[in-house]
Antibody
Framework: QVQLVESGGGVVQPGRSLRLSCAAS????????MHWVRQAPGKGLEWVAV????????YYADSVKGRFTISRDNSKNTLYLQMSSLRAEDTATYYCAKDLQSWLLAGGMDVWGRGTTVTVSS | DIQMTQSPSSLSASVGDRVTITCRAS??????LNWYQQKPGKAPRLLISAASTLQSGVPSRFSGSGSGTDFTLTISGLQPEDFATYYC??????????FGPGTKVDI
């Protein structure tokens, strides 16, 4: 079945780095754009980043620009989010999500992982 | 950036009620509007894309309408499993793909 499984979350000190992974299965990963979305405890959803199906284009929310890097390995069906210079306000559950449309970017997200929790605290 | 607002922020309803949630964009987004449902501790679920296209497996009691800046999500005949938080999200060409603040529907 179509599935996304995030991993790599944990507790990290401010200023440190962390890399999240998202393993995809059940669909042709290499033809879909992929997103990261986060949700701080008790708060709403915040779109974080998107990466085109072939990795050629990537965009970030202003809140993470210059600190986070989205990437993918289509040979491993895996999406990544490298997070550096972490701040307390980055504490959230991070979800990876599949774009609705193949080849193009629709912006809607029709498959979501269960999320991985990142806590930034000293 | 395009800002999204939702109203109300929360509402109380009963099983069988008709519920309407409104989403407004700070500029025209044509029909590039998606609706999600999220239950506590769970990932969001895409209900409707392109303002009115019901996703596969989503009950027909959910419907979406609107274009430009004003959109609505309607639940016709609220069921116990519909108590959740609902988010709109714009996917117009201008990134970022911002979400609305959410509308919590409870009993």
């Amino acid at each position: 079945q179509v599935q996304l499984v995030e991993s790599g979350g944990g507790v990290v000190q401010p200023g440190r780095s962390l890399r999240l992974s998202c393993a995809a299965s059940g669909f042709t990963f290499s033809v879909y754009g992929m997103h990261w979305v986060r949700q701080a405890p008790g708060k709403g959803l915040e779109w974080v980043a998107v990466l085109w199906y072939d990795g050629t284009n990537k965009y970030y929310a202003d809140s993470v620009k210059g600190r986070f890097t989205i990437s993918r390995d289509n040979s491993k069906n895996t999406l990544y989010l490298q997070m550096s210079s972490l701040r307390a306000e980055d504490t959230a559950t991070y979800y990876c999500a599949k774009d609705l449309q193949s080849w193009l970017l629709a912006g809607g997200m029709d498959v979501w992982g269960r999320g991985t929790t990142v806590t930034v605290s000293s | 950036d395009i800002q999204m607002t939702q109203s109300p922020s929360s509402l109380s309803a009963s099983v069988g009620d008709r519920v309407t949630i409104t989403c407004r964009a700070s500029q025209s987004i044509s029909s590039y509007l998606n609706w999600y449902q999220q239950k506590p501790g769970k990932a969001p679920r895409l209900l409707i894309s392109a303002a009115s296209t019901l996703q596969s497996g989503v009950p027909s009691r959910f419907s979406g309408s609107g274009s430009g800046t004003d959109f609505t999500l309607t639940i016709s005949g609220l069921q116990p499993e519909d108590f959740a938080t609902y988010y709109c999200q714009q996917s117009y060409s201008t990134l970022p793909f911002t979400f609305g603040p959410g509308t919590k529907v409870d009993i």
